[in-house]
């Protein structure tokens, strides 16, 4: 009897949840999208973000920006010991 109970009130709570969820989840998409879209409205209008561009080209031309290759961050005595094996048949 006491499984049965634990099993009812296990399907109620995973059947609440679900209800509040899509209730609840639609609004909270909903206000975290109008945000991000008020962030990028505001920031393109104030000189931020990404839409802002600050050495405006004229169309067609093109610029290549050379970037030094940047060391390996990896040291070789962190990565372990190379032991040589000669493997016997």
């Known amino acids: ?4 109970k634990f099993i009812m009130i296990t399907i109620f709570v995973i059947w609440v949840i679900r209800i509040i969820l899509r209730l609840v989840f639609p609004m909270v998409l909903k206000s975290m999208f109008s945000k991000m ?3 990028a409205s505001a920031g393109a209008g104030a000189g931020r973000g990404p839409a802002y561009n600050a050495n405006p080209k004229p169309e067609g031309s093109i610029s290549i920006e050379y970037m030094p290759p940047q060391p390996k961050k990896g040291n ?3 990565l372990g ?3 040589e094996y000669e493997e016997l048949k």
Request: aromatic share 8%; hydrophobic share 45%; glycine share 8%.
């Open 1 to 4: 009897m006491g499984l049965l």
């Open 81 to 83: 010991d190379f032991v």
């Open 76 to 78: 070789a005595d962190k």
């Open 37 to 39: 879209q008020r962030q």
